[in-house]
């Protein structure tokens, strides 16, 4: 079956970095993304590689690793802002999201 | 970034009426749209993917008599859930697909049946 991976709570300090990993099984790839979504809200499209290596946006970047079938998120100089949770997605002749990753920052 | 509008952002509705949702691309052309419906503090759920000028693709389990779907332009898709009953209550979420398989969302339909 196509699943995507992700732990479903990580917890940092204010300040921190902080790594949040995406293992994927799928039979298409097409490119692996990250969202974020705070409560209540809709998710935001933070980051996207279609291709190995690393991608870095301001504060967040993001890495890709096709041959290991992974990938991950980093946070860099938490803010408490950041408090939210994180997807990671993979198109395939759909797309296919993980179940979500929940930061918590404490102060 | 690009963006996405989605009308009504809430709606209460009776049970057994029928309710559209509509998903606009503002900025740029999608010939690919999803839905999905998400519940409290669960990730998104797709139910289907709408692609211009075709008909949806719906996921398993998803009923596509009660989830109308129209994608007639490059910029809109619609959903209809159609003889609404309170467990289609829930967090309706549309997404438009940039050029590298991005997903722009928008804000969020938040359905109640009564």
């Known amino acids: 079956g196509q699943s995507l991976e992700q732990p479903s709570e990580v917890t940092a300090v204010e300040g921190a970095i902080v790594q949040i990993n995406c293992t994927y099984q799928?039979?298409?790839?097409?490119?692996l993304s990250w969202y974020q979504q705070h409560d209540g809200g809709a998710p935001t499209f933070l980051s996207y590689?279609?291709?190995?290596g690393l991608e870095e946006t301001g504060r967040f970047s993001s890495f890709l690793s096709r041959s290991d079938s992974y990938g991950y998120l980093l946070l860099q100089e938490l803010q408490m802002k950041d408090s939210a949770s994180y997807f990671c997605?993979?198109?395939?002749?759909?797309?296919?999201f993980g179940k979500g990753t929940r930061l918590h920052i404490l102060p | 970034g690009a963006v996405v509008s989605q009308h009504p952002s809430w709606v209460i509705c009776k049970s057994g009426t029928s309710v559209k949702i509509e998903c606009r691309s503002l900025?740029?052309?999608?010939?690919?749209m999803f839905w999905y419906r998400q519940f409290p503090k669960q990730s998104l759920m797709l139910m289907a993917t709408?692609?211009?000028?075709?008909?949806?693709?719906?996921e398993q389990g998803v009923e596509k008599d009660k989830f109308l779907i129209n994608h007639a332009s490059l910029t809109l898709s619609t959903l209809t859930v159609t003889s609404a009953h309170p467990e289609d209550s829930s967090f309706y979420i549309c997404?438009?697909?940039?050029?590298?398989?991005?997903?722009?969302f928008g804000p969020g339909t938040r359905l109640t049946v009564t």
């Open positions: 997404s438009a697909e940039g050029l590298a398989s991005e997903q722009y």
């Open positions: 799928t039979s298409g790839f097409y490119g």
């Open positions: 590689n279609g291709l190995d």
């Open positions: 997605a993979v198109r395939d002749d759909k797309i296919i």
């Open positions: 900025d740029f052309q999608a010939t690919t």
């Open positions: 709408s692609n211009e000028g075709s008909k949806a693709t719906y």
